[in-house]
Every structure is written in C-alpha cells, then in structure tokens.
C-alpha cells in the first residue's frame, strides 16, 4: 500500500490582506515566527476558520497558546502543536517504558490491561487480566482509587530507558510471582491479539488492535492471511483502545473486510472548509489487498476510547456490510487533520529542519451515503462491559461473548450496569488523533 505523505505542503494564496511590515531578523524568535505562521494557516485551513475571534497575536508566546484562544471549542478539542521528532518517533512505533497498561477491576484488584510484546514482562508470561498488587513494595490499589496521578508517576518514574521497577503480579491461579522490569525503548506492535475461533456459527476471525501507526500495515496483512488461511466465515474487530492514527491505515484495514474488486467503491470523502474544499474535497475508494476476507457482516467492539481512524473503520463500512458495535459508544471524532512540519518549506530551504508539527482540524469525514457528523460518538447495539479479568480473545470475556453471541443469535442485554474503567498507561506515546497528509504544500 502506497503511503500517504505525513509532512503535507499548502500553497496558499495571498488572501490576508495587508502586507505586514517585516521584522527585523534580531528581534524575530523561532517561536513568534511558529506563532505567526501558524495564525496564517488556521485563517486558512482550519475546519472552523469562521469561529476564530479577533486577537492580537503578539500577545501569545507560542503557536501551542494561540491556538488554546483559537480553537473552536463547542466541537474542537483535538486540534494540536507538539515537537517534530517525538511526534514522528510516535507514529513509528516506538516507545520507552515497560510497555504495560492498567486499571482498576469491580473488586479495586488493579489488573494489566495490556502489555507490548517488546516488553521484558511478555516472555515471563504477563498477561491481560493478571491483578498487579505492588509496584518497589508499594501497594497499587490505593493510588488508582484515589486517581492520584503524582503518586502514580512518581512511582513508575519518568520514560526513560533502562529505569528498572519491581512488579508484584497474582497470577489467574491465585499464586504471586516478583518480576522485575526496566524500562526500554522498542517498537510496539499494533495487533495485539489475532486468532480463530471455533464457533456454533463458523470459524471467526478475531482481531484486537491498537492504533494505526506505520508497523499496523504488515501487521494487519499477516492477521488478515491467517484468517484468509483459515476460511473465516465471520469477524470481530476489537478496538476497545485504538484512540487514532493514519488514515491509511484504517482504508486498508476497512477494505480488508471485503472482496478484492470492491476498489471501485467509495470508503470515504473528505469535507474542508469552504475556502479549500472546492480544491481539497476528495472521495477515496477502497484499496486492494493481499487477504480480503470478502465478508457480508462485522462485529466491532468498541468503548470511549475507540476514536477517530477506529471510528472511519466503522462508518465506511456501514454502507456495505452488516455491522454491529457491541460494547460502548465510541469516542465521537467524525474529524481530522492534515499535518504540516515547522518551518514552513520556502524556495531558499525547500527541506528545512523541521521543529514541530502543526495539526488544525481541516476536515470531516462521511461514508459512501453521507453518514458522518458523529459527535455524539457510535452507539453500541448490544452494550457490553470491557471485562479487564480475562484476557484478549478469551470467549468469557464479557464483551468478546456479547460480539460471539450477535454472531451466533443469542444475544442479550447486560444484567449489571456497563463499567467505564479509566486506564492507566506509560504516558501519552501512542497517536490520538486522526491523520492525513495530502501532497500539497504549504509555503511562506
């Protein structure tokens, strides 16, 4: 699959008005010049460019403080400025800590959520569900019922390699075991759990996934061939905490649902503002893949923390497959953003160094019948708790057999309330958002 360019350029055209006067070269910071030239690209390109209030920019420090005092509030809480290279290093996967995630259970028993497979905790066997009592000899529960969040980082100690903390786990057969962890920068892997299940309805493909960043390509491919392998019948995507990523990435895995010739079909458009949109407005069809499983229905799971790219996966194939959500609602991003890396490329330096990345929400996204505008989030059909206690794949886990039982026709209503469990991670490493890079350029 051909990548889309991350580092999008804008050409735009002089529709500011009055020429401002220059200011000499001494008295010009890096970051007034971010700051300036990222208010010339919101007057342009932001979704909401005609919400934006009249401030005088030179009262900001920053393009990060601008845009706090330009962001359209009612409907935008994800437009962002961050740092070029942790952005990039993100979205390539890689990461420094343990690699572990964790919440609390209905008995306050604090349990892994998930854990990467680079982790040196995955070849001791730690696993989904396992209850984590102590942390250096420091019991766990206590920090997590009360949210405090200093302890809790103070604790686990900054993301840093080679910063080692001891683990005190109770395994599913009631036996405790101390492991010791450091901390390591690696590659994270997106699939998180891939397998068939032999079901009363057919062999099933399951599949939980993470987040669509570059490694998801060849990841989701070599799922897809073992299902494809398999003869699966029927699917369950699992993206309970995929909060964002490329949208490539979610048209490849959008398209590997269906039949190799359905590339004549429309995924999704995109919708820019109406200053841009004439030019930038785009359908995008189906792509062709190595193991399309040519199916006619889907379950999805899904919770709050299901966003954006995970969100285009579900709304672009409503229109041609039989979809069920089963879970939460999801997140509510029918949105996203085109990135463009500071400073600007010119004529004098056509390949700068690039300090940050700019990220102003540019665009909605509908499917193939217009549906779209979701800011409510995605009602599940069949509301199901996300059952921390078992591991992913696991038939008893509470909303993996509320999505077997859609599949199988015995579906039916929790009798207890649904649990929203606040997980807690290695620190914001993981994309949130959703993604695009068009080539266009953007030059001063």
């Not at 919770?303 to 194939?317: D, F, G, P």
Request: net charge negative; with cysteine; glycine share 6%.
């Amino acid at each position: 699959m051909k990548k889309i360019i991350i580092i999008s350029i804008l050409l735009i055209p002089l529709l500011f008005g009055c020429k401002k006067d220059p200011v000499p070269a001494d008295e010009y910071t890096s970051e007034e010049r971010a700051r300036d030239d990222f208010y010339d690209l919101m007057k342009y390109v932001y979704l909401w460019y005609n919400t934006m209030p009249t401030v005088k920019v030179s009262d900001y420090d920053g393009p990060a403080e601008l845009l706090e005092a330009l962001r359209y509030k009612p409907k935008d809480p994800w437009s962002f400025v961050t740092d070029y290279e942790s952005f990039m290093a993100s979205m390539q996967g890689s990461f420094v800590g343990h690699g572990i995630s964790m919440s609390l259970d209905g008995a306050n028993n604090v349990r892994v959520v998930s854990l990467y497979e680079g982790s040196d905790l995955w070849p001791q066997g730690v696993r989904r569900g396992w209850i984590v009592r102590e942390v250096n000899d420091t019991p766990l529960a206590p920090i997590f019922i009360s949210g405090n969040n200093t302890a809790y980082n103070n604790l686990m100690g900054q993301p840093i390699a080679g910063i080692t903390n001891k683990f005190l786990f109770q395994k599913p057969d009631g036996t405790t075991v101390t492991y010791s962890s450091t901390k390591a920068s690696f590659t994270i892997n997106s699939v998180t759990a891939s397998k068939v299940l032999d079901l009363a309805s057919g062999k099933t493909g399951y599949l939980a996934f993470e987040t669509f960043i570059d490694p998801s390509e060849q990841e989701l491919n070599d799922a897809f061939a073992m299902f494809k392998a398999s003869n699966v019948t029927d699917l369950i995507i699992d993206l309970r905490y995929n909060s964002g990523g490329y949208m490539d990435i979610a048209q490849q895995l959008a398209s590997l649902v269906l039949t190799w010739d359905d590339t004549t079909k429309i995924c999704y458009k995109l919708t820019y503002n109406d200053l841009v949109g004439p030019e930038w407005n785009e359908s995008y069809k189906f792509v062709r893949t190595v193991s399309p499983l040519g199916l006619d229905r889907v379950v999805f799971i899904t919770t709050r923390s299901s966003a954006s790219a995970s969100e285009v996966v579900i709304n672009s194939l409503l229109p041609y497959v039989d979809v069920t959500i089963v879970g939460d609602t999801t997140h509510g991003k029918p949105a996203g953003m085109n990135l463009w890396g500071f400073p600007f490329p010119s004529d004098i330096d056509p390949e700068p160094d690039y300090e940050y990345i700019f990220a102003p929400i540019t665009f909605e996204y509908l499917n193939a019948m217009d549906g779209g505008r979701f800011y409510e989030g995605l009602a599940p059909d069949v509301r199901a708790a996300d059952d921390i206690t078992h591991d992913f794949g696991d038939p008893e886990e509470a909303s993996l057999k509320a999505a077997i039982g859609v599949l199988e026709g015995t579906k039916s209503a929790p009798a207890m309330p649904i649990r929203r469990n606040r997980v807690w991670s290695e620190g914001s490493q993981l994309p949130t958002e959703l993604f695009l890079g068009p080539p266009q350029a953007f030059r001063k």
